[in-house]
């Protein structure tokens, strides 16, 4: 199946413009919005856009605010609410754009606490929403003294630069994952303490608060050796899950980006048929192209 790739901007308050990037098959079945994780961008997904898109997947993605190509302060967000506020004007805009499929979301690491927070802090219409290891706990090596560091400093100083001190050999066991990452230009190494005390106090409030609110239906994913964001924040988040047909998988041995392992493909399949069982398409979904 051919697929289509495409770029687009989407201008927000405060003159920052977003980067937008979708996979587009002829005749899409169903939307996915993907959201990225922290120091990273849209564009490291382009297989994950491909496969689901070959599968009749409309697949769209992002940089947000502060990251890849789009505009902000890099590595800074005044408030978590502003990535939430993004994720929403993207929801309108597919709204707009596909008006007859079902949407879910699909969440990478603070990408995952992102939507996460949003299912269950905005209530949003959509069929679903698939997390990757979400960045729902704070790793043990941000002790608590750190984190009070990080929150006095905000006061003084916000933008002030801090090291976010990602191990490039702790996302996969695919050392050419690695490798890319480390020579990708629009990756960067340093946050500063305003949106390092965002995220901490985002991951403590929602992992907490868990998903006893949230009404459509969830998939925590998580590689067991993930040891950027550990497993027992969606452990804890997913203990509260309602629906039916919300899941929590571990994966054994993977580590935090699931979507990059040597195992990519498994994982993709588990998606899409968890997806195809709780947001069938009216055609249902389509095989393997």
Request: aromatic share 6%.
């Amino acid at each position: 199946m051919q697929v289509r790739r495409r770029e687009t901007h989407l201008d927000r308050d405060g003159g920052v413009c977003l980067l937008r990037r979708a996979w587009l098959p002829p005749e899409p079945e169903r939307v996915l919005l993907l959201v990225h994780g922290l120091a990273e961008h849209s564009g490291r997904y382009d297989r994950f856009g491909a496969w689901f898109a070959r599968r009749g997947c409309a697949v769209h993605a992002y940089d947000q605010r502060g990251h890849g190509r789009s505009g902000g302060v890099r590595g800074h967000v005044r408030a978590f609410a502003e990535f939430l506020d993004d994720l929403e004007a993207l929801l309108r805009c597919l709204r707009d754009e596909h008006p007859a499929l079902p949407i879910a979301l699909i969440g990478h690491s603070m990408g995952g606490l992102v939507v996460a927070s949003f299912v269950r802090e905005r209530s949003p219409a959509i069929a679903a929403a698939v997390t990757s290891g979400a960045a729902l706990t704070v790793s043990s090596r941000a002790s608590a003294s750190r984190r009070l560091a990080a929150r006095l400093l905000r006061r003084v100083a916000p933008r002030a630069a801090i090291p976010i001190g990602i191990d490039p050999t702790a996302l996969s066991r695919d050392l050419d994952v690695a490798r890319r990452y480390a020579a990708d230009p629009l990756v960067f190494d340093r946050m500063t303490v305003s949106l390092a005390s965002e995220l901490m106090r985002a991951a403590e409030r929602t992992a907490w608060l868990g998903g006893g609110e949230i009404r459509i239906p969830m998939l925590l994913l998580h590689g067991a050796d993930d040891s950027l964001c550990p497993p027992v924040g969606s452990r804890l988040f997913g203990a509260a899950l309602e629906p039916a047909e919300s899941e929590l998988r571990i994966y054994p041995g993977l580590r935090h980006e699931i979507f990059n392992e040597p195992e990519w493909e498994g994982v993709f399949q588990d998606v899409l048929a968890w997806l195809s069982r709780v947001a069938p398409t009216l055609s249902g979904s389509r095989g393997a192209g």
